[in-house]
């Protein structure tokens, strides 16, 4: 059984002219655990429509989301955001660090929602999963002494720390030089691949995109797969259609 | 039970971070808590010094002041001792606690300006509880002191003056009496409760009647004392008739006076109460419409905050709840704070040297009215957490995240 699937799904909203626009038109994406799967799109063809969706923030107009066997549309809003808690764990673009705490509260933030022994011992969680993306010795920064890209590592163990079982990253090296960004997104798929959780990661840089086992293509609301690049060469934009380009 | 933790440190943690504003919305809050309660207990001050000055005059509540006269013309009246017999036997039936025979008379005593004649109160043992005496130095006469062979005395101010003493160190001795004084020893000095009052002194009844202590033996022999008895105030009526009717048959011919000493002693009530009590609550209202107003503005500013921790799975209700229980907490805190300042106000303040008296039993901290002005800001607090609670519920997530 796939850990989550979406089949035929569309997202419209009504503009205030009243006509109608279609974000998604007809997609359907099967994940399983442990996956990595990336979209790539260019700006406003979709992709963090798709990404609110599968991370619960957002609902489709029609088709189904079904997620680990059960049904998102049957679960109340409180169920969906105590499933949102406990199986996703999201990390943005901008980093979206809560201002004001320190590397360690941030971590520990998402497990004020968690309940047991998760809460309980939540800054001690914080504190391991801080370690694991090498910033055990900044558990005290404000996010504001923090370089871009260790604030996204303290963004990823955030998103990690309630060991969630589908992470999902938008455009997570958008913020980044390109140095970073690599080194940002080995961290991920390693903590990912350690954890067992699947990746979604939701990007228009083809590198980044390229390092997933699937990889798929948002233009227009329709999710499409990517066609592979021959052997030796590479895939760019060419307009906005990923191309490959002999070397 | 962890839902309910959570929130409510979430919400410290909010307060920590955000403590500069929320000290600013708060002050209003601290400052009527303070008020409500400071004023309270002040006012319990004021009423126990107004309670305790009253009751030196009249005796304590419910102090009875028994008079007896003779009345008609027909028959030579009883003695005086005829009169004292009937009074033990009444305070002896009915095991009266406190009670102490009170006389006025003028008292023979040889000063070293020579013989004269001073202010006299003859007394019991007792009167010193029914009367809250507090004598500035030495004490006052004890059961044991009626039973001593030499009278003892307690003497104001200017009679210890007079008698060339400064203080009891070495206890000053005065002669007493008419033709065949007698040496009394001064046990304690009480204040002088005017400037330049006359002397003064108490003695004993048993002293004064084992020693015939009276300017003449007409004075000794028909100079009647007054009864005061320290009852229950809730038995004061039965009581008052007990008395009337048993000394009526005790002493035949005998008209019979019983004076209540009660007073409403209650500085603040009534209008007053309601005028403080209003004074705070505009007070309070006024902090939780500042509180309400910072907490709206800071709502704004939080929306992305408020975005990203409904990523983390916050249900609505719990947002709700957190804001909530950010303004709420901020509240408790701030009453907390203004109970403190209030009882460290009160602390400092030397309410003897203020209201020119000592106080024998001061009030204890008024604990209802700190806990009336905490229940009152938690409940500001919660109002005035609503609003911003409803703003952020209605905050859509996804436009939050990007905000």
């Known amino acids: ?247 | 039970m962890t839902g309910l933790v959570s929130a409510v440190v979430e919400a410290w943690d909010e307060l920590r971070i955000h403590k500069v504003r929320v000290l600013l919305a708060l002050v209003g809050v601290a400052v009527a808590v303070c008020a409500i309660t400071g004023i309270t207990a002040a006012a319990q001050m004021l009423t126990q010094t107004v309670r305790e000055q009253s009751e030196r005059d009249g005796g304590r509540d419910l102090t009875l002041t028994v008079n007896l006269y003779p009345a008609g013309a027909t028959e030579a009246p009883p003695p005086a001792a005829a009169y004292v017999d009937a009074y033990r036997d009444l305070v002896e039936r009915y095991e009266v606690e406190y009670a102490s025979l009170d006389m006025w008379t003028q008292l023979p005593v040889r000063l070293p300006e020579g013989r004269m004649l001073v202010e006299g109160q003859v007394v019991e043992a007792d009167y010193g509880v029914i009367h809250r005496v507090q004598p500035v130095q030495g004490r006052w006469f004890t059961d044991g002191d009626a039973a001593l062979y030499a009278p003892t005395v307690v003497v104001n101010e200017t009679f210890l003056r007079m008698l060339g003493a400064t203080d009891l160190s070495v206890p000053p001795t005065v002669l007493l009496g008419g033709d065949e004084p007698v040496l009394a020893t001064v046990v304690g000095v009480v204040a002088d409760r005017w400037s330049q009052e006359s002397p003064r002194a108490f003695v004993l009844h048993a002293q004064y009647e084992r020693w015939q202590l009276a300017a003449s033996a007409e004075e000794m022999g028909w100079n009647i004392p007054s009864l005061r008895i320290w009852v229950p105030p809730a038995m004061g009526d039965e009581v008052t008739d007990a008395v009337r009717r048993d000394l009526a048959a005790a002493v035949p011919g005998t008209q019979v006076d019983v004076w209540p000493s009660t007073a409403d002693f209650s500085v603040l009530d009534g209008g007053a109460r309601w005028v403080v009590l209003g004074i705070g609550a505009f007070t309070l209202l006024l902090g939780g419409l500042g509180l309400l107003n910072i907490s709206l503005v800071t709502v704004r500013y939080r929306i992305r905050e408020i975005g990203i921790r409904r990523s983390f799975g916050a249900t609505s209700g719990r947002v709700f709840f957190g804001v909530l229980m950010e303004s709420v907490v901020a509240t408790v805190v701030a009453g907390a704070v203004g109970v403190v300042l209030a009882v460290a106000i009160l602390s400092a303040v030397p309410f003897e040297v203020v209201l020119g008296t000592p106080l024998q039993e001061p009030p204890p901290f008024p604990v209802s009215a700190a806990v009336t002005g905490m229940v009152c800001a938690t409940a500001v607090g919660a109002l005035a957490g609503l609003v911003p609670a409803v703003v952020a519920v209605r905050v859509k997530v996804i436009d939050a995240i990007r905000y």
Do not use: C
């Not at chain 1, 994940?31 to 979709?46: I, L, N, P, Q, W």
């Not at chain 1, 934009?237 to 191309?243: E, R």
């Open chain 1, 1 to 247: 059984m796939a850990l989550l699937e979406l089949t035929d799904v569309t997202r419209s909203v009504r503009l205030p002219d009243d006509r109608m626009l279609h974000v998604l038109r007809g997609v359907t994406l099967t994940v399983d655990a442990g996956e990595h799967v990336s979209v790539v799109g260019r700006s406003g063809t979709g992709k963090s429509t798709l990404l609110n969706i599968l991370g619960l923030l957002d609902a489709p107009t029609t088709g189904s989301y079904v997620l680990d066997g059960i049904p998102i549309g049957r679960l109340s809003a409180r169920a969906r955001s105590r499933r949102r808690g406990e199986d996703f764990g999201f990390v943005f673009q901008q980093f979206n660090l809560l201002p004001g705490r320190t590397a360690l509260e941030n971590v520990a933030a998402p497990l004020m929602y968690a309940r047991g022994r998760a809460f309980w011992r939540r800054m001690r969680l914080a504190e391991e999963m801080l370690g694991r993306v090498g910033l055990g010795d900044r558990v005290d920064t404000m996010p504001d002494k923090l370089s871009g890209g260790e604030q996204q590592r303290v963004a990823i163990a955030r998103a990690l720390v309630r060991r969630p079982r589908v992470i999902l990253a938008d455009e997570p090296t958008g913020a980044l030089d390109v140095e970073t960004g690599a080194e940002v997104m080995g961290l991920l798929d390693d903590i990912a691949a350690q954890t067992d959780a699947a990746l979604i990661a939701i990007t228009h840089d083809l590198s980044v995109a390229a390092r997933a086992q699937r990889r798929y293509r948002l233009a227009d609301g329709v999710l499409t797969p990517l066609v592979e690049a021959p052997v030796g060469h590479r895939t760019e934009w060419v307009g906005d259609v990923p191309t490959a380009v002999a070397p």
